[in-house]
């Protein structure tokens, strides 16, 4: 690998582009191509362009949004390999008619608009990354393991009553887990394997308690959130950023179901009224990726079975919104955007995400996100002319029937309160950048960690702790 600081030939691409071989590997290749204006017109007609939503329509007065970011700091800079990580979450309450009181004229005054934000509760955590020892673990991976278990059994809204943590949260969630359904309960997770070193144990029983839990074979510490299995992500001796995001993209899903878990369990008799009044936009599709991607669908057991409850009161299912920002969606729409009518949708189907956007030609026998995603895509166009790509959750409590599945997210007609979503982008739509709403936005000017400033002070913050 050759170092930044040696001498390359700057003429060296030229050779790679006119050598035959890579010629003829690219003549070989089929790739996406730009849509012809009859392509464009086709799929533009795919939207729905009839009246979206009732002006009168009621919407939740509370928002939360929620949105994390990470970063490694390195501890010095002639080590630049031992490492520190960091992962921040931001959850921030807005109320509506605050932000509507504010008025919609182009100039709004910043400090009424940090006002609204103050409810922000930013939660932040560090892991030993590379070459880093936590608490005289023997690895870096069992510092990170240690680290995270404490941080989830920690954050709890009554500070007396561990049964009110995340690491409940997470218990809650694995009840619902299709393997090992019957094993798996609110008091108990079953690991698929030790994540020590060295040890081979299978189907370990973990259990919602204080006390240090232990393998019955090699006698090591477990813990009940290895079951998201993020350690098996970790090195010893190298950059840990993929742990980081996947562990920022499951903890920004479960700090959602948790606050959602907590107003069930603390209003077993008024939570429909609470629910029916908050929505959650989350910065990214409803979906968690990795080894923790079993998640999702715990999610949507869990959504499913409050919407029972939900509907028999008359109310709508649980709002849970993702703003998608980028991607290949929206970099293949905002080719057509011009053929698009304002004010129309589209609820995106497998086959025109296998034939223009992702070029899959094997997808037929599954589903998109069959393993990672709990909510559908849908494509907007505002009255104003804003291109928005988002998540809304799936109605549906299982994808075990993937034919049926498969046919049925893509109907429009099966999202009852989608009018809902649509007037609140509608309502919260901003210029930041692309794509943007102002909660997102606001949960992201929160908790990003810029590459500058942010993540200078940290590098520091760093090397002065250590």
Known sequence: MSNLNECTDRTTHFEIVNNPDIEEFLSNCSYMIEPTNEEAKQMAALFSTLPIYDEELQLPVNIISIDGSNYEASVNENMPFTRVGYVKIGNILIKRDSFNNLGHSKFVDPFEVAEIAKSNIATTFAFPSSNMQYKNQVSVRDGFRLALDKYLYKYRNCPDDYKTSLRTTLFKLASYRNENRKKNSADGIILHRCPNSGCNAENLLVLDIKEEQLCPSCHKPIYPSDCL?????????????????????????????????????????????????????????????????????????????????????????????????????NDYFKLIENEITNNSIFCLTDVIRDKYINFNRNASATTFGNETYYGQDFIYKTPTGRLFVFNVPYPFDTKSDISFFKEEKSKLENYKNIDMYLKLINEFECDLYEGAVVPVALARKHTVISLKPGSQVLDLLTKSKL
Request: hydrophobic letters at 45%; one cysteine or more; proline letters at 4%.
């Open 229 to 329: 299995r993020i350690w098996e992500e970790i090195e010893d001796y190298a950059p840990n950023q993929r742990a980081l995001t996947r562990f920022t993209n499951v903890i920004e899903h479960l700090f959602a179901i948790h606050y959602i878990r907590t107003i069930v369990e603390s209003n077993p008799q008024s939570f429909v009224e609470t629910l029916s009044q908050l929505c959650f936009f989350m910065d990214g599709p409803l979906a968690i990726y990795g080894n923790a991607a079993w998640v999702h669908s715990s999610i949507m057991k869990y959504l499913a079975e409050l919407n029972v409850t939900m509907e028999k009161y008359g109310k709508p299912k649980i709002m849970i919104l993702g703003v998608i920002k980028n991607g290949n969606i």
